[in-house]
T-cell receptor, first 114, second 113 residues
Framework: EPEVTQTPSHQVTQMGQEVILRCVPI?????FYWYRQILGQKVEFLVS????????KSEIFDDQFSVERPDGSNFTLKIRSTKLEDSAMYFC????????????FGSGTRLTVV | KNQVEQSPQSLIILEGKNCTLQ??????????LRWYKQDTGRGPVSLTI?????NTKSNGRYTATLDADTKQSSLHITASQLSDSASYIC????????????FGGGTRLMVKP
C-alpha cells in the first residue's frame, strides 16, 4: 500500500536554528499538507499546497514557516529561527484531490527545540 | 470557527467489551467526516469516511454513524481487543480549496485484559 514517508523521524535542534522537515508524498497525489501536534494537544492544520503554491494556511503558519516542492517527489517544511514552542510532531499528508478521500498521513517527525 | 469536540476524553474497558465514542462538530462548509486511529507517536490512520448523505459505515469491528442535522457522529467498537488501545480522533473535512481537516481532541481508549 502506498505510503507517505517523512524524514527524519526525530530531530533535535537548538533554539534559533533553522530546520527542514522532509516528506515524500504518494506519487499520484495532487494536494500536500503539513499538520502539527503539540504533545497532549489536538492535531492542527498548518498549510495545504496544490499546483506548486499554497492554497490554504492557518494562523499558525506565519513568516517563520515556508513550504517547498523542490522536485517532483519531495515536499518540505522549513522553520526558520526555531522557538521552544515549535516542539511538536509534524505530520505530512497527501491527498488525491477534491473530496479528501485519499488523505494519507505520514508517521511524523518529532521536532524537539532545546 | 470550525470546531470538533469529542467525548469522553478517555475510556477504559475490558477486552471483549463494546464501547461508543462521541463527536460533535461545527465545521462549514462540510465535506466529510472521518474517524482516525492514532497510536502514540504515530500518524493518524483512517478507519471510516462518511459524506453528508451517509448515516452509517462499518469497517470490521468499527461502525461509525453520522447525523448531519444535529452535527453529531459516533464510533462504535465491538468485541474490543488489546490492540484497540489508542486515541480515536474525529476529523471533519471542509469543502474548501485546500480540503483542510479539523481534528477533535480524541478519545484515549485503553483496553485491559
Amino acid at each position: 500500500e502506498p505510503e507517505v514517508t517523512q524524514t527524519p523521524s526525530h530531530q533535535v535542534t537548538q533554539m534559533g536554528q533553522e530546520v527542514i522537515l522532509r516528506c515524500v508524498p504518494i506519487s499520484n497525489h495532487l494536494y500536500f499538507y503539513w499538520y502539527r501536534q503539540i504533545l497532549g494537544q489536538k492535531v492542527e492544520f498548518l498549510v495545504s499546497f496544490y499546483n506548486n503554491e499554497i492554497s490554504e494556511k492557518s494562523e499558525i503558519f506565519d513568516d517563520q514557516f515556508s513550504v517547498e516542492r523542490p522536485d517532483g517527489s519531495n515536499f518540505t517544511l522549513k522553520i526558520r529561527s526555531t522557538k521552544l514552542e515549535d516542539s511538536a510532531m509534524y505530520f505530512c499528508a497527501s491527498n488525491t484531490g477534491t473530496g479528501a478521500y485519499g488523505y494519507t498521513f505520514g508517521s511524523g517527525t518529532r521536532l524537539t527545540v532545546v | 470557527k470550525n470546531q470538533v469536540e469529542q467525548s469522553p476524553q478517555s475510556l477504559i474497558i475490558l477486552e471483549g467489551k463494546n464501547c461508543t465514542l462521541q463527536c460533535n462538530y461545527t465545521v462549514s462548509p462540510f465535506s466529510n467526516l472521518r474517524w482516525y486511529k492514532q497510536d502514540t507517536g504515530r500518524g493518524p490512520v483512517s478507519l471510516t469516511i462518511m459524506t453528508f448523505s451517509e448515516n452509517t459505515k462499518s469497517n470490521g469491528r468499527y461502525t461509525a454513524t453520522l447525523d448531519a442535522d444535529t452535527k453529531q457522529s459516533s464510533l462504535h467498537i465491538t468485541a474490543s481487543q488489546l490492540s484497540d488501545s489508542a486515541s480515536y480522533i474525529c476529523v471533519v473535512s471542509s469543502n474548501n480549496a485546500g480540503n483542510m481537516l479539523t481534528f477533535g481532541g480524541g478519545t484515549r481508549l485503553m483496553v485491559k485484559p
